[in-house]
């Protein structure tokens, strides 16, 4: 069964009501009952700190002067209010009940605010529902608390780290048992589960923030090794950071939160899994539990169909039926394609090689391992060095490469360039590796063997706009073939930055200028730029509406000085980075992506498509089927010239009737079968059923086989996602 299968039959369409979390035993499993006979001395231990805590800084905001204060909403229009006092709660309850009902999250001067949180001083204020992406993450970690309640009264055990899931609906929670305790989250324990996080969402318990010293946090979860590693590696001596209580539960957390947790209408889990604590193998290993949770029941009955959806579509599954592509315990993480399989890759690559060939990229080919010392000039090894296989080889250190760059600048820099021969766009297939930790691996979604379409281009700082234009519409064209939408972001110079200012902003307004020219909606994300320059975040939609990033357009200053690249200018030219004369300048590099990782693209494609592949990328077109042995000659003279055509087109020469090699060939999900009789031997033609045209099912339509081959040159050269012939 996989993954989101589980999930799926661990929930159901009935919703379940908090009415009925009255405690009960839940069956299976050893000590499956909902909730200790007694609760964990620790509970009562943080209570008591808190409690004190609490008081002072209740007493602290108490004496704090009240002044007035303009609080300046999205529109423009203001409100009046009073420092330490007014919440961000009043004045969506002054705007209209229904807005404050639905309220999950605040704003103060673009910072994420508790709605019940006083304002300090004047402000600007946003007020977020669960529509708004950030609002649904703070609506998750809020959920993840309730989870941790649970966990923590049915387990008695030591929470680690509960977050929102970054790309997808949900939450979860890490934690430890006692020292000595073999017991283990089971599927039997969810009924328990839930019944207490819908009573602490009955209960309507209230998010209380408290700001603690690192002192205090340490006595508070003294209990608990993994708080106390968090507080030693996060809070420096001689600060604060704060904590969240909920019921009983108190946990480290920056926040912000829900005002309480009958905000959260509706709550599920979903699954239990293994993990490492820090993701370390080396470490501790501890329970994870994931949920789900929403403001509205209907909305998690719109989630539960669409996971069922989603269970049918799951790439493994698929990738299973149709014989594309396994893994085995000898190479984790290393897909073994299958013949089949390995027809889609290799279709996938060739399309975007012949787009290099219309765009003006030069394919190039770089070892799989190099010396550390590579990495060490480009970076690489003090930020990247435990995703990194290593390997001695005459008593040094080499590494396969984790990606393509640094090659790419030993290219570059190995010979004199000239500003004449810019834009250099260098094209490389080669094989990556990533040492992803082992519980990270999910099909191929996450894979530590891989390869990527990916380039560089090393250009001039005068034609970054032209080739950020062209990366932009090369991005159109591929994904406009696969049928996705997708979304544009430009994440602008982060508060750490390298280079000069001037340059950095030279740089966005070029990005600016070319996405207003592309014309496609798109908005900043400022602040998020890597720290060696800005870069496009491209996010795409599937057939379910899921969000996924693959493509990539980064700009980087930062490896051209790491490697020295330069080329020769024209004579007395102001250098782009200092303004002073110089015959040498700097590229620009353009990191630059379209499908990422081939392996995830192609599971990305197979739940898209359901299995269902468009003909140009199926690797099953055509099914020959004859009607009886007599047949058998002319249905493999079918087959041959198909093939000769430079088509995947099989014969079904087994003992079946018609009908039921009909049905095996439209499981299979072939796009065209052609059925050949007598008749059609006389005509040299083909009976021709096709998947996308529900009307040649029943009888099929009779072709000339020349003419149906040439109509499948035109189909596959068209890559239409619908495949149909001529009338």
């Avoid at 993994?226 to 704060?242: A, F, L, R």
């Avoid at 719109?302 to 996971?307: C, D, I, M, N």
């Avoid at 435990?386 to 590494?399: R, S, Y």
């Avoid at 990366?471 to 000069?500: C, I, M, N």
């Amino acid at each position: 069964m996989s993954e989101i299968e589980a999930q799926v039959a661990n929930l159901s369409l009935k919703e379940t009501k908090p009415k009925e979390a009255k405690p009960k035993k839940a069956k299976g499993g050893e000590g499956a009952t909902s909730s200790l006979a007694e609760p964990p001395a620790f509970i009562e231990h943080r209570n008591r700190i808190f409690d004190e805590l609490f008081q002072k800084q209740k007493e602290e905001i108490a004496q704090k002067p009240r002044e007035k204060i303009a609080i300046t909403l999205a529109d423009g229009s203001e409100r009046e209010g009073l420092s330490w006092e007014t919440t961000p709660m009043d004045i969506a309850k002054s705007i209209s009940m229904s807005l404050a009902k639905a309220l999950v999250i605040a704003k103060v001067d673009g910072v994420l605010w508790d709605t019940l949180r006083p304002f300090e001083a004047s402000a600007k204020l946003e007020l977020l529902d669960f529509e708004n992406e950030e609002a649904k993450k703070v609506f998750w970690h809020s959920s993840a608390h309730v989870l941790g309640e649970a966990c923590e009264l049915h387990y008695g055990c030591h929470l680690c780290h509960g977050p929102p899931l970054k790309d997808e609906a949900g939450f979860f929670y890490d934690f430890g048992t006692e020292e000595g305790s073999d017991r283990k989250a089971l599927p039997s324990d969810f009924a328990s589960l839930e019944s207490l996080a819908n009573k602490a969402i009955k209960e309507k318990q209230p998010f209380e923030r408290l700001e603690m010293t690192k002192e205090d946090l340490l006595r508070m979860f003294e209990y608990n090794k993994y708080k106390v590693h968090m507080i030693n590696e996060h809070v420096p001596d001689g600060t604060s950071t704060t904590v969240y209580r909920c019921g009983p539960l108190i946990d480290l957390c920056r926040g912000p939160h829900v005002p309480n947790t009958s905000s959260i209408n509706s709550f599920a889990v979903l699954k239990n899994s293994a993990s490492y604590f820090l993701g370390d193998a080396s470490n501790d290993s501890l329970q994870r539990i994931y949920g789900v949770s929403f403001p509205d029941k209907k909305q998690m009955t719109q989630y539960k169909k669409f996971l069922e959806e989603a269970a049918k579509r799951d790439h493994r599954k698929i990738g299973f039926q149709q014989e594309l592509f396994f893994f085995h315990e000898l190479s984790p993480g290393s897909a073994f394609f299958l013949p089949h399989g390995t027809r889609i890759y290799n279709t996938l690559v060739n399309f975007i090689r012949a787009k290099y060939w219309q765009r003006g990229f030069e394919e190039v080919m770089t070892p799989n391992m190099f010396n550390v010392k590579l990495w060490e000039q480009s970076g690489h090894l003090q930020n990247y060095e435990e995703n990194m296989f290593d390997l001695k080889v005459d008593k040094e250190k080499f590494a396969l490469k984790p990606m393509n760059c640094p090659g790419h600048c030993l290219m570059f820099g190995q010979r004199d360039r000239s500003y004449r021969e810019l834009p250099i766009r260098f094209a490389d297939f080669g094989v990556l590796h990533r040492n992803e930790a082992s519980g990270a691996l999910s099909g191929l979604t996450r894979v530590r063997r891989f390869q990527q379409d990916d380039a560089h281009i090393f250009c001039r700082h005068d034609q970054v706009g032209e080739e950020i234009k062209g990366a932009l519409d090369f991005l159109q064209d591929v994904y406009g073939v696969f049928g996705f939408t997708f979304e544009l972001k430009l994440s602008t110079r982060p508060d750490k930055f390298l280079g000069e200012v001037s340059v950095w902003d030279r740089a966005e307004a070029q990005l600016e200028q070319a996405l207003n020219e592309f014309g496609t909606k798109w908005e900043f994300n400022r602040g998020d730029g890597a720290f060696y320059g800005p870069k496009i975040d491209i996010t795409i939609r599937d057939a379910l509406n899921r969000a996924h990033q693959c493509a990539t357009i980064q700009l980087d200053f930062q490896l051209p000085l790491r490697f020295k690249l330069q080329y020769r200018a024209p004579s007395s030219t102001n250098d782009e980075q200092t303004g002073v004369a110089s015959d040498f300048q700097q590229p620009v590099i353009i990191h630059r992506a379209i499908l990422g990782s081939v392996e995830r693209m192609i599971a990305i494609l197979m739940e898209n498509f359901a299995g269902k592949w468009p003909f140009w990328l199926s690797p099953r077109q055509i099914m020959v089927i004859p009607i009886d042995k007599n047949i058998y000659d002319y249905a493999a003279q079918v087959q041959n010239s198909l093939h000769e055509a430079g088509f995947y087109a099989d014969v079904d020469l087994s003992g079946d009737k018609r009908d039921k090699k009909i049905r095996n060939a439209e499981i299979a999900q072939y796009n065209f079968i052609c059925v050949v009789g007598a008749e059609e031997r006389e005509e040299v033609s083909v009976n021709v059923r096709c998947r996308d045209d529900v009307e040649s099912k029943a009888r099929g339509n009779t072709v000339p086989l020349a003419s149906f081959i040439s109509q499948l040159h035109s189909i596959k050269d068209s890559k239409t996602m619908v495949s149909r012939l001529l009338n």
